[in-house]
């Protein structure tokens, strides 16, 4: 079956522009998840959604990142006034409760680059 | 703070040996750990995972073994091949399923022909 996807797979923007980045999960996954990994590091949370609510947006690194998740399905991430250090692959993942507990999977990731 | 800690940047193995990467965690929290190899412009793919309630888990060439008392795990290939070349990160989470992952720097896998 299809897998996760996101879009644009790479996006270039000038600083203090916005950006938005789509993910769609796998079909009749719950939960979703945003992470990002900077160059040289490892994946880091961003936040997490159940179904459309988001119970934890602990890794959102500024006011300038939010996400929703509408449907249960697709979601948006968005950064506004985006900055030089938002540069990184933004990656999305999913995950069901009969996949086996923390086992998320990725979709090819979005390639941020902020001028 | 680094959680997860992947402390090998890189590994280098002749094919039809054995790789062993290893990872440390701090967070005793931890009760469920995962290995995941990404190829370059492509998404993690998982590979295997083990709760905190084993020691071993097995699943073809892939064995990932869990020290809790150590805080650290292993995840062997054996045989190597050319085409496991590629990075792997070690992810660990805390309180079951459905929550947020928290992953090492990776470690740079080259199977040597």
């Known amino acids: 079956g299809a897998g996760v996807s996101q879009s644009p797979s790479n996006k270039v923007t000038e600083k203090g522009k916005d950006v938005e980045l789509r993910c769609d999960p796998i079909?009749?996954?719950?939960?979703l998840y945003w992470y990002r990994q900077s160059l040289g590091q490892g994946l880091e949370f961003l936040i997490y959604?159940?179904?459309?609510?988001?119970?934890?947006k602990s890794g959102l690194p500024s006011d300038r990142f939010s996400a929703e998740r509408t449907g249960g399905s697709v979601s948006t991430l968005t950064i506004q006034r985006t900055q030089q250090e938002d540069s990184a692959v933004y990656l999305c993942?999913?995950?069901?409760?009969?996949?086996?507990?923390?086992?998320?999977?990725f979709g090819p990731g979005t390639r941020l680059l902020v001028l | 703070d680094q959680q997860v800690k992947q402390n090998s940047p890189s590994l280098s193995v002749q094919e039809g040996r054995i790789s062993i990467l290893n990872c440390d965690y701090t967070?005793?929290?931890?009760?469920?750990f995962l290995w995941y190899k990404k190829y370059p412009a492509e998404g993690p793919t998982f590979l295997i995972s083990?709760?905190?309630?084993?020691d071993k888990n097995e699943d073809g060439r892939f064995t990932v073994f869990l020290n809790k008392s150590a805080k650290h795990l292993s995840l062997h290939i054996v045989p190597s091949q050319p085409g496991d070349s590629a990075v792997y990160f070690c992810?660990?989470?805390?309180?079951?399923?459905?929550?947020?992952?928290?992953f090492g720097k990776g470690i740079t896998l080259s199977v040597r022909p």
């Open positions: 967070n005793s929290m931890f009760d469920y």
């Open positions: 079909s009749g996954h719950t939960a």
């Open positions: 083990i709760s905190s309630i084993k």
């Open positions: 959604f159940q179904g459309n609510s988001a119970p934890d």
């Open positions: 993942a999913s995950s069901s409760s009969s996949a086996g507990a923390g086992t998320q999977y």
């Open positions: 992810a660990a989470s805390a309180n079951g399923a459905n929550s947020k992952l928290t």
